[in-house]
């Protein structure tokens, strides 16, 4: 049975692809939850474990691993934001924003805490959450043993070693 047009004259990547129509992503992180069809995708994911930054902003010291979100960054200098809602004014540089947003009008919550009763529309603000029952606390000041599950936290932080 064909399902779509997709061809390929490898046949790693025509498995790799029957699996984006199954659902199955077989390729899985062992330090985080992302998981994927593909394994490029989780070799490059990997990389943000490994603390390597090699992909720099050339109009402020923004560093990242991934090349995609230095793309979406530079938008933040520009002012670019090409991903609108076709329901309001909401606009945003970045596709996912956009999607989360979304939601906001359907009244979708796809991100179901298995712990507790924490639902939300927002991935990141699911990922947050789940740090809370893991104990994570991946926000480390550089200056001191300082920890917090939110980025927020830490900068206020911060700014107790700048003296603002």
């Known amino acids: 049975m064909r399902v ?17 129509h199954i ?5 899985k992180c062992n330090q985080c939850m992302f998981a994927s069809f ?5 070799r490059a994911h990997l990389i943000i474990h490994s603390g390597e930054k090699s992909n720099k902003c050339n ?30 004014d909401y606009a945003s540089s970045q596709t996912g924003h956009l999607r989360s ?5 359907s009244g979708e919550k796809s991100n179901k805490c298995n712990q507790c009763d924490y639902e939300s529309s927002c991935v990141s603000n699911f990922r947050r959450h789940l740090k809370i029952h ?16 939110r980025t927020g936290n830490l900068k206020t932080h911060l700014n107790t070693h700048s003296g603002e």
Do not use: I, M, W
């Open 38 to 42: 593909y394994t490029s995708a989780l």
């Open 134 to 149: 893991s104990g994570e606390k991946s926000n480390k000041c550089n200056q001191c043993n300082y920890v917090s599950f």
């Open 4 to 20: 779509c047009d997709y061809a390929s004259t490898q046949a790693n990547t025509s498995r790799a692809h029957v699996k984006t």
């Open 101 to 105: 947003h979304l939601k906001t009008h």
């Open 23 to 27: 659902g199955e992503k077989s390729n």
């Open 59 to 88: 109009q402020c010291d923004y560093a990242c691993s991934d090349p995609s979100a230095l793309r979406t960054h530079l938008k933040t200098h520009t002012g670019e934001k090409p991903n609108k809602c076709n329901r309001c």
